[in-house]
Each structure stands twice: as structure tokens, then as C-alpha cells.
């Protein structure tokens, strides 16, 4: 394996440029010269991967993905089972390498986010092609024919091309590669593909518990996640847990005309205004009492790492148009290293040219609460509703009665999930150490070490249920838009992606 | 004239009973009489009306309503003309009364609040009748045939049952009824339909001045808005003014990943809620610096009538869920004559089941501003902004580019209506004593009369062109869901509508 180099070919538009290594240059790489000569049909895979529709609750469609991705593993000689419990299906692979005494597992997700088609340029389900970011005056451009090359910085416009489909097509393009270099592997590989964790991945802890046997492993490799606002690649230790309320209040039981009851009947989007307003201060520091609690402190390793983390905040105001940030001058690596509370939306009746002049009826707001290690899901959601109590809320989990209006002033409803903890596995453990070395060799730049990411992955199910380390390897580009409309690929994070999964099953563990 | 009495047969479920008159039991009443021997015909006529679909935006639908209403018109054999401008139509009407000294004019406007068909029980251009109200569990039933009787507590569900194409058709059937008991008019008579009240009667000043001439009278009455809330007749002498404003804060230029920029990015919905939150207190109290400035406070006249007013706080907090209210203790009669800040809608994103966990790029709220005697619309605007850019906002009326946004920390976009001032008339005046005068007779119990109406009708537009008296004469059932889903219309006040007409046709002025 020691025979081809990976080599980060990324550059930035926005962001310092990594500077390539000489290797980049010399393309000694058969796995890159794999990808060169297929590049039409590698994309022609994904975007047939992309156009199936795959929102978790969509019980049709997300079949349907299944089904793809498991002929796609089929085709590669990977074992598969479909892993059937009451939610979407889990996707099972493994490949048994002879002689080899490690097991890697890879995790990625085949669900994505819901969709609001009238906020996407294109149809969410029918992948673009751009020459350049949208917000960059972007143009659709058609897809190359066999044997055209594709332009790197092009980018593919579609729901889950980041989040979190294209990872597993470039898992599978990486087999193609080495397959095609005659590169043996060197460890036993396990997939699997989860399908509802958009969703929150309800059904999963249930099927891992049942199946923890087969799901052995040495490490768990989490591809899911952007890489580093930098472009570099990046590695992360842990995850944030998160888990969402939704909270209505209430006014008259009715909407009541706002000239014959306006100053007497109060209005409860302007309670709900009243009450998200007192959680926060002006900063984004969370003024629901015992929130910072519980968190247990970053060790020493990870808070080297995390000051070796590069410092993009100023580059990313400029990127998404801020004049100033919360987080009272903490960098935005710190702040994620913290517990957050974020208004994901809120609603009471019509604003603009819909609006009409009455007082609402009610109003309703969703959170998510993000979790650090440390953190019990349940707590955090207590804390926040004995705040809600504070504030002199009479709090129930369903609506209202007349009784029950006519007894409290205020009331709120709210309805939380489940949610999950964070993970954090220590940079010092050995197979970890040997990550990052072989990640920092391929790439010939020190790998970028998070000691938790952002973003929130079901980590600890597996975790729980295999006791193995959890560590992330994310391949997507940052601006990719997860989550809202327009998400993308940029095509050099993917073609990237290839090379470093192929790293990862052909290395000496 | 005097030979036929009108009187009051309300009565009411919920609220304090009004004894019905001797004269209502022996049922002298020629108007009654024509009423009950027609009631089939006379809904259906209604229902013809009520299933042109009418919001002021739908440009064919809205020319409908005027064709039929001119129709509905020529056929009792008044003189019709349609006064076109830039908006819809205004449908005038003129009877000219030989020998007659006084002018009445009669305004009612035709257009609707808009609808959302998914908040409502019935199709809201499908005329439905209902047993009892919808709340109380009402079941559609099918409208009786000719000669069939109503019961007078059904309602009838449809947009603009009450607000405001039923008083229309009544003022039609009060023409019938006194023809056929051969009584005739004492008075000539003016009509002015309106097809565009709910969307802010913006043309309409435009078409009463130039047809100022054409409008002259001795005083015009407003048959808008509702009776009071213990179903007693009122007349009111003002009506509040009204402005709506629409206002949006921003985040970053575009929805981020609430795990990977949490804590960092600012959250618009948190940053709007704040916003609102500062412009009230709990109780209500507008906190913007000079809200409650330019008041023009009320006479002597007006602040008996005011305490006169029956108080149905109690009552009314029963009947719609309420604990408690806003006013710091003061009664909704006295509030009603004051400013008020209302929120009409608030909006970002999706909450609950549709939400996503973003941070999202900017949040939306509208507000309506009512007025009361003497404030300025526009300079109540300005008190509002002032107030936002005293909280730190850089305010705009258009989206902030780029630069804008890298500039400022915190940006509103305002973005507000033209809409109008209130209209006082003072109860002193001989031809509004008259009229209180006449219908205290009618009724065999002294009206209530309100100083200001908490409702917004463009009055001014008239006053300001005609110079003459404005008094609004409502006939609609307090509790007729006016502006929301399910607006009903009860049959009594229908019925009652009729007679009250009848009897300003042919009172002596």
C-alpha cells in the first residue's frame, strides 16, 4: 500500500489555500488515475444514487435507496444484509480479508433532510450540474459524456450530495480503484448504511443492540460531516447529542379580531417572543439555568488539538455575510465544545401579504438543543422546561382544555424527542494515534484534529453497543448547504473522498 | 313611519339576556312580517352572494361581487353607478325621495379578509348553515325551502357572512319590505359599497374625491363591524385607525447547520424575538417612546357613554379561554380607546414535524398599528423604527446585499402600509342625538354607544371628502369569527339588520 501516496488536491475559493504537495503534482496515484479515466460513470452512479428521493418518512422511496445501495455493494463482492427493524431498513455489508486482524467499520447515512422545494433552485431530486456555486452566479451546465473530463470545482446540486450520500458512492468507487490497481486490502471492511438519521435515528439502537455481533469491529469510522472550512481534511473525536422541542403557547381560543380585542386579549406570539427572548442573552449565552452543566472538561490532547485547529472565523463572517457573531469573542471551534439552544423555526399565523389583522391563537416555536459529553438528553430538556416554569407557565404535553385556559394565565405546550447523548473518543488511544498518522503521511499536511464536531451523529448507539472507538472521517465540503435548500458537492471533495477511503482499507492498521 | 315598531328580539346563550320588548311579543311589525313570510327567499338571495369569492386580490372574482350587487340593486329600482379607478369597483346607489330635505348615505364594503380553506370547517365560499354555533357543536344542515321557517339562532358559514355582505342585502330587503307595507321613504338615500376594505381601501380615496359631489349627505352611516358583545344594538361615532408593518432581521445570507455553526451564527428568529419582546410589557403597554403622544382625549359626552357601556369582561374572558388579560385591570371598552401594537404573524421556517435543525437565515413578523383620534399614521411608523434602531438595528426597506450585511451587526428590513388615521364624531352633534334618539325608540332600550369602534374602517376617506358625520350602525353578531377561519353570521341579527335598516329609510330625519 505504501506504494501510492493520497494527496490533498484541494484548493479554496474563499479560504487560505492548502498548499499541494509535490506528489499532487506528479500523479503517482493509481487510485486517482482510476478515477481520471471514469469520471463520467462514477457521476453517472452518484446521480442516480441522488435522484431517488430518500426523506426517512417517505416509506417508499427510502426502500428504494436501499435496494440500490445494496445491488451497488453487490457488484463489488461486498456480503450485504438488510437489517429489518420497525423504521427504514439498514443497509449491512462486509468484506472478509484473508489473513487480515483488524476490522474497520464504516458508518454514512442514506437519508436526508426534508426538502421545501420552493426554496431550491433546482429540484431537489433532480442532481445539477453547476460550473460554480450558486451563490457565485453558478450556471446549470450538462452532465459530461464518457471520456469528458469534469471540471473539479463544478459542483453537483441535490439533497443528501453532502449529507450524506455521496460518501458511500465514494466507499464503493474506492473498491473500483483499488480492485482496478491490483491493490489488495489489508483489513476486514463492515458498512453500514443507516436510513433514518435525519430522523433521528429512532429505530437504530434497537437493530445495533439486536445485531452487535456482527457489528464487531477494532474502530468505527464515522463518514459523515463536513471536512474543515479550510478544505483540509479533517478528523474529529466526538460528536455533539442533540435533541429537539417544540413548544406552543397560547392566547384566546380563538384568532380574535385584532381592532375589537387588540391591548385586552393578549397575544401569544408576542408571549412566545417574550419567553424565547428571556433564554438568551445578547451574546447567544444560554440563560437556562444548569445548562453549561455536567460537561465533562476537554483532556490535554484535545485541547492542543483544538488550538492547533485553524482559525477561519473571520473568513467565514465574510462567506455568510456577518458584521458580528455570538459567542462574546470565543472562536467558533471553543463555542461547538459547548452545549447550544438554536430556534430552528417559529411560527403563528401569516406575516407579509398573507397576514391579517388578527391576534393569533396560538404560536409555536422548535428547538434543538445541542450536547456535549457529558450531558443526559432528558436533563437538558427538563432544565429547559423548569426555565419555561420560572417564567410562570403552567406546562403540559397536550393541548389545552377550556378548563385548563380558563385556570393559567400562561401555558405552554411542549413536545420533545427522545434525542441522544454526545461521544468523545480520546485522541490518545493508540488505533487513533495511528489514524492520524496515516491520514497526516497520505495527505502531507497534519490532518485538522476535532475534538468534537458540530454536527450531531447517533455515534453512541454503536458505541454503546460495540464498545469500540468512534471516530469521524468526513470527505464534504464545508459550504455545502446541509440541511437547507440548494445542499451540494463540490466534485474535488468527492474525488478527494475516493482516495482517502481507498487509503483507509488498503493501510497497515 | 310610526306606525310600525321596531324592536329588538335578541337574545343571547352566552351572555346577559336583553328583555325583549311588549311590541316584540304582539308583532305589529310590517318589516317582521314581510321577513317571516319570505325567509327562504330572502337567504337565498344571500347565499347567492356569499358564494362569489371576494378577497380584493382576485380581480375577476371581486368584479363579480359588484355586477351582482348593481343587479341586486337596479332591481329594487335603485339608480346604480360604478365608480372605477385603480382598485376594484365601488358600487354607488341613489333613491331620490321627492319632497325629502335630508340625505343618508349608506357604506358597506363587499371584499373579504383573505382565506386559509384549511382552517376552516365548510369551504369558506361554500355558504353553509349550522344548528348552533361550531364551537357549541354545530351541524350543517340543509336550508329550509320556501315557506319553511328559520330558527333565528342558526348561522350561516361562509367569508363575509358578517364582515360585510350580509348588511348589504339586508339594506336590500329592508327596501322590499317597505314597499310591499306600502310605507315610504322619508329621505333620500346613498349607498356606497366598497370592494376593497380589507386589503386597506387603498384606491378609494382617489374615487370620493373625484365623485365628491356625487357623495354629498347630511350624515353617513357605517354598517360595519359588529354589534355589542351582549348583543344590544350600538352605534358607534369613531372607528380606529389603522397601519400594518412588516419586519425582517436577518442572520447569515443563508440557512446554517445549527450543529457546525450554533453558538456562533446569530439566530434572526432569537434576534426578532427579542425585538418584539422589547416593544411591550407584560401587561400589554406599548413600550415605544411616544406611542400613546397626540391623543385627542375624549369629551364629556364620550366618557359618560363609556361608563355606561355594559362591561362583559367577565364574559367575554369565559367564552374565549382566558385566564387572564392584558390592561393592567382596565376594561376592554376603555382599552379600545387607546393605540394598540398588535402582532399579526411571526414566521421562520418550519416547527414541529417539518422543522430542520438550522440556523435560519432571517425571521419575519407583521404588526398592525391601531390608531385612535389624533395620531398620525405615518409618524406612528416612525416612533416604531425609531424604537428598532434604538435597540442597535441598522433599518432598511429593501434585503441587504452583501456589504450591507458585512457593515452592520443588526439589520431590519421595514417595510410598512400607507393606512389611515381615526374618525371621532362627536355624539353632540343634533342629527347623531336624532339618531340615537330614533333607535332608542325602536329598540325599547337605549343603544349602547361606543366613542370609538375598535375595528378600522376608512371613514376618514368619506369625512375627509364630504365634510359630513360619520356614525357607524353595525347589525352582525359579535361572535362571528370576523378576520379568522369559520366567520358565521347568527340569522337574529340578519333578521334584526333588516328592521333597523327599515326604520333609518323611513324615520323622520
Redesign the interface.
Known amino acids: 500500500m505504501k506504494s501510492f501516496v493520497l494527496a490533498f488536491a484541494g484548493f479554496t475559493l474563499l479560504l487560505p489555500a492548502v498548499v499541494p504537495t509535490v506528489q499532487a503534482q506528479q500523479n503517482l496515484n493509481p487510485i486517482r488515475a482510476y478515477r481520471e479515466a471514469h469520471e463520467a460513470p462514477i457521476i453517472n452512479e452518484l446521480v442516480a444514487l441522488l435522484a431517488i428521493p430518500n426523506v426517512a418518512s417517505d416509506k417508499v422511496n427510502i426502500r428504494k435507496n436501499a435496494a440500490k445501495i445494496m445491488a451497488m455493494m453487490q457488484q463489488r463482492g461486498i456480503t450485504t444484509k438488510l437489517l429489518e427493524g420497525n423504521g427504514p431498513p439498514v443497509v449491512f455489508g462486509e468484506v472478509k480479508t484473508p489473513g487480515a486482524t483488524r476490522t474497520i467499520a464504516l458508518y454514512a447515512h442514506y437519508d436526508g433532510?426534508?426538502v421545501?422545494p420552493s426554496k431550491w433552485a433546482d429540484a431537489p431530486f433532480t442532481p445539477t450540474l453547476r460550473d460554480q456555486p450558486l451563490?457565485a452566479g453558478g450556471k446549470a451546465i450538462p452532465f459530461p459524456k464518457a471520456g469528458e473530463k469534469f471540471n473539479p470545482e463544478w459542483r453537483i446540486y441535490a439533497r443528501s450530495a453532502s449529507d450524506d450520500k455521496s460518501p458511500i458512492v465514494a466507499m464503493m468507487i474506492a473498491l473500483d480503484a483499488l480492485k482496478a490497481a491490483n491493490i489488495s486490502l489489508s483489513c476486514n471492511l463492515k458498512f453500514l448504511f443507516e436510513g433514518e438519521e435525519e430522523a433521528g435515528s429512532t429505530h437504530l439502537e434497537e437493530l445495533v443492540t439486536r445485531h452487535k455481533e456482527l457489528l464487531k469491529a477494532d474502530v468505527w469510522l464515522c463518514a459523515d460531516?463536513?471536512v474543515h472550512q479550510t478544505r483540509k481534511q479533517l478528523l474529529y473525536f466526538g460528536v455533539?447529542g442533540?435533541v429537539?422541542m417544540?413548544m406552543t403557547v397560547y392566547?384566546?381560543?380563538?384568532?380574535?379580531?385584532?381592532?375589537?380585542?387588540?391591548?385586552?386579549?393578549?397575544?401569544p406570539?408576542?408571549r412566545?417572543?417574550?419567553l424565547?427572548?428571556s433564554?438568551?442573552d445578547?451574546n447567544?449565552r444560554v440563560l437556562v439555568a444548569g445548562f453549561y452543566d455536567d460537561v465533562v472538561p476537554l483532556g490535554v490532547e484535545e485541547k492542543k488539538a483544538l488550538q492547533a485547529m485553524p482559525h477561519t472565523?473571520a473568513e467565514l463572517?465574510?462567506e455568510?455575510?456577518?458584521?458580528?457573531?455570538?459567542?462574546a469573542g470565543r472562536t467558533?471551534a471553543e463555542?461547538?465544545n459547548?452545549p447550544?439552544l438554536?430556534?430552528?423555526?417559529?411560527?403563528?399565523?401569516?406575516?407579509?401579504s398573507?397576514?391579517?389583522?388578527?391576534?393569533?391563537a396560538e404560536?409555536?416555536?422548535?428547538l434543538?438543543l445541542?450536547l456535549v459529553k457529558g450531558i443526559d438528553p432528558r436533563k437538558q430538556v427538563e432544565r429547559v422546561i423548569a426555565h419555561i416554569k420560572k417564567q410562570g407557565y403552567f406546562v403540559t404535553t397536550s393541548e389545552p382544555d377550556?378548563a385548563t385556559?380558563?385556570?393559567?394565565?400562561l401555558i405552554a405546550r411542549l413536545n420533545s424527542g427522545d434525542g441522544y447523548p454526545a461521544v468523545r473518543t480520546p485522541m490518545n488511544l493508540p488505533i487513533a494515534q495511528k489514524l492520524i498518522a496515516a491520514v497526516e503521511k497520505a495527505m502531507g499536511y497534519k490532518p485538522v484534529l476535532a475534538p468534537t464536531?458540530?454536527?450531531?451523529v447517533p455515534l453512541y448507539i454503536i458505541e454503546r453497543a460495540t464498545n469500540a472507538p468512534q471516530i469521524g472521517l468526513p470527505t464534504v465540503n464545508?459550504d455545502n448547504?446541509?440541511?437547507?435548500?440548494n445542499e451540494n458537492l463540490r466534485l474535488q471533495n468527492f474525488w478527494d473522498g475516493i482516495e482517502i477511503f481507498a487509503e483507509v482499507m488498503a493501510m497497515r492498521w
Chains 1, 2 share one sequence.
Open positions: 433532510q426534508a421545501d451563490d460531516g463536513p455533539r442533540v429537539t417544540t392566547g384566546a381560543n380563538r384568532g380574535l379580531h385584532s381592532g375589537h380585542y387588540g391591548n385586552w386579549s393578549p397575544n406570539a408576542m412566545l417572543a417574550k424565547l427572548a433564554m438568551k445578547d447567544g472565523d463572517m465574510r455568510y455575510g456577518l458584521a458580528a457573531v455570538d459567542g467558533l463555542l461547538i459547548e447550544s438554536n430556534l430552528d423555526g417559529i411560527r403563528s399565523e401569516y406575516v407579509g398573507e397576514s391579517r389583522t388578527i391576534i393569533p404560536a409555536t416555536a422548535t434543538d445541542r377550556q385556559r380558563l385556570k393559567y394565565p464536531l458540530g454536527g450531531s464545508h448547504n446541509q440541511h437547507s435548500a
